[in-house]
């Protein structure tokens, strides 16, 4: 009776701590496999989705930068109606000088030949610019599949740690009935079935809490996904993960990691681009050579209805012009321009070998938390397994009459901490394990995920 009504108690405690209100709640429950949460992130992600319409700017850069060597034909029309016209007296007559309508067709034609190198380089710039900002999404894309990654692996945490919880408080129950059987035998004092009723209570409160934690990391997760808040999710997967491909020593990890990040490609990108902008506003002190022609129709008439008017009327004329310019003096406009890109070009040199130093460290941390997890989950399995079997003595023991109470208790709690420890090397081994897939640049590669 009393281990029903106990039972009915946390059933409430862990409903309340863990189940969305019933109005809220949808009627499917989502399955999420970790390559499913990574796979919802990447579509609904609105910080992916930002830096890929970067991707797109960068590509209209490139069209943008094209155009200036490619030659331009504009097509110009217009049509003049001259109200009062000027007129001159000539052995006493008068005359009127032109006509009344003026009718105009006309094409223009511009080409840029020389331009100092400008041209070459600007495209060259555009192009460096587009692969800057592929490298900025795919390293974005790899920082939001490490996220999704760890936010799956803190709901398994959660999960795991109510159901050590729970099972801890299962056997403080059982602990109290088997309590309550020897007081009723009169093997047990009063304060044994008062200590062990309070172990109950105890046990209780520990796994309201893990249900609260499990219900703030689903939410976390759903909206790192684009879940929405009502969505009812349950995590398949399990914290056990695959090592395999990751590098065993730091070196080696070091080069893999200088070799694949895509924000290390980013940075080298970005200071080849600000040499070629040096080169840029070098060339604007350069000559400037273009080719341009026209080609104009005219026609004029005094029929206001230009019914008369036919094509054989309309004058042609047609024209080619070279324009050549070379920049003499500009106020040192130019030169403070060229001071302006070097700086850049030296600036992006010192961020490039920053991020290479840094990337070192953060590779040298990831490898050493990697292997101290791995320690501490090998360390974890033989104190849970020693700890079990500790509290099957003690259990015997204290039903013997051997061993007092304290030391049943102390070996429940020595295994709850056991099995507490172990299922957070666990996670710290995974969520290590992401972390150092990530700082290799192993989560940047691109897929169909568009």
């Given at each position: 009776m009393i281990r029903t009504v106990l039972n009915t108690v946390v059933s409430i405690a862990i409903a309340a701590g863990i189940a969305l209100p019933l109005s809220a709640q949808q009627d499917d429950e989502i399955v999420l496999t970790l390559d499913r949460a990574v796979e919802l992130a990447l579509r609904n992600n609105e910080s992916l989705l930002s830096t890929r319409l970067e991707e797109d700017r960068a590509r209209a850069r490139v069209r943008e930068a094209y155009s200036e060597a490619l030659p331009k034909l504009d097509f110009s029309s217009s049509i003049t109606r001259n109200w009062a016209l000027p007129e001159f007296n000539f052995?006493?007559?008068?005359?009127?000088?032109?006509?009344?309508?003026?009718?105009?067709?006309?094409?223009?034609?511009?080409?840029?030949?020389?331009?100092?190198?400008?041209?070459?380089?600007?495209?060259?710039?555009?192009?460096?610019?587009?692969?800057?900002?592929?490298?900025?999404?795919?390293?974005?894309?790899?920082?939001?599949?490490?996220?999704?990654?760890?936010?799956?692996?803190?709901?398994?945490?959660?999960?795991?740690?109510?159901?050590?919880?729970?099972?801890?408080?299962?056997?403080?129950?059982?602990?109290?009935e088997g309590v309550q059987r020897f007081y009723e035998a009169g093997t047990v004092s009063d304060y044994d079935v008062l200590r062990a009723r309070v172990e109950v209570t105890n046990a209780l409160p520990p796994v309201t809490q893990a249900g609260n934690r499990l219900t703030i990391a689903q939410a976390q997760l759903k909206q790192l996904i684009g879940l929405p808040r009502q969505a009812r999710i349950r995590c398949t997967g399990s914290l056990d993960v695959d090592v395999s491909g990751l590098p065993e020593d730091i070196e080696t990890a070091v080069d893999q990691a200088l070799e694949?990040?895509?924000?290390?490609?980013?940075?080298?990108?970005?200071?080849?681009?600000?040499?070629?902008?040096?080169?840029?506003?070098?060339?604007?002190?350069?000559?400037?050579?273009?080719?341009?022609?026209?080609?104009?129709?005219?026609?004029?008439?005094?029929?206001?209805?230009?019914?008369?008017?036919?094509?054989?009327?309309?004058?042609?004329?047609?024209?080619?012009?070279?324009?050549?310019?070379?920049?003499?003096?500009?106020?040192?406009?130019?030169?403070?321009?060229?001071?302006?890109?070097?700086?850049?070009?030296?600036?992006?040199?010192?961020?490039?070998?920053?991020l290479g130093k840094q990337i070192e460290v953060d590779v040298t941390e990831a490898v050493l938390n990697v292997v101290e997890a791995s320690e501490r989950v090998r360390a974890g399995e033989e104190a849970v397994e020693l700890a079990s079997r500790g509290l099957s003595i003690a259990q015997v023991q204290y039903e013997g009459g051997v061993s007092t109470q304290l030391e049943l208790i102390d070996a429940q709690f020595v295994l709850k901490q056991a099995e507490t420890d172990h299922v957070t090397a666990k996670y710290d081994y995974a969520t290590a394990t992401a972390n150092l897939r990530n700082v290799l640049g192993m989560m940047d590669a691109r897929s169909d995920d568009r």
């Open positions: 052995g006493g007559q008068t005359f009127k000088v032109g006509t009344d309508n003026v009718i105009n067709f006309g094409l223009d034609l511009s080409q840029t030949i020389y331009r100092g190198g400008q041209v070459g380089v600007g495209l060259r710039i555009a192009r460096y610019f587009q692969q800057i900002s592929a490298s900025n999404t795919d390293r974005m894309r790899g920082d939001i599949v490490h996220q999704v990654h760890e936010g799956y692996y803190d709901v398994l945490l959660a999960e795991a740690t109510l159901e050590v919880s729970t099972a801890a408080y299962d056997r403080a129950v059982a602990q109290y694949n990040r895509s924000d290390l490609k980013a940075a080298r990108l970005q200071t080849t681009m600000n040499d070629a902008a040096v080169r840029l506003a070098r060339g604007e002190n350069g000559l400037d050579v273009s080719l341009s022609a026209g080609y104009l129709m005219q026609a004029q008439v005094n029929d206001p209805g230009f019914k008369s008017i036919g094509f054989n009327d309309f004058s042609r004329s047609w024209n080619t012009l070279i324009n050549v310019s070379i920049p003499v003096f500009d106020g040192r406009q130019n030169s403070g321009r060229i001071m302006q890109a070097q700086a850049d070009y030296e600036l992006s040199r010192y961020v490039e070998r920053q």
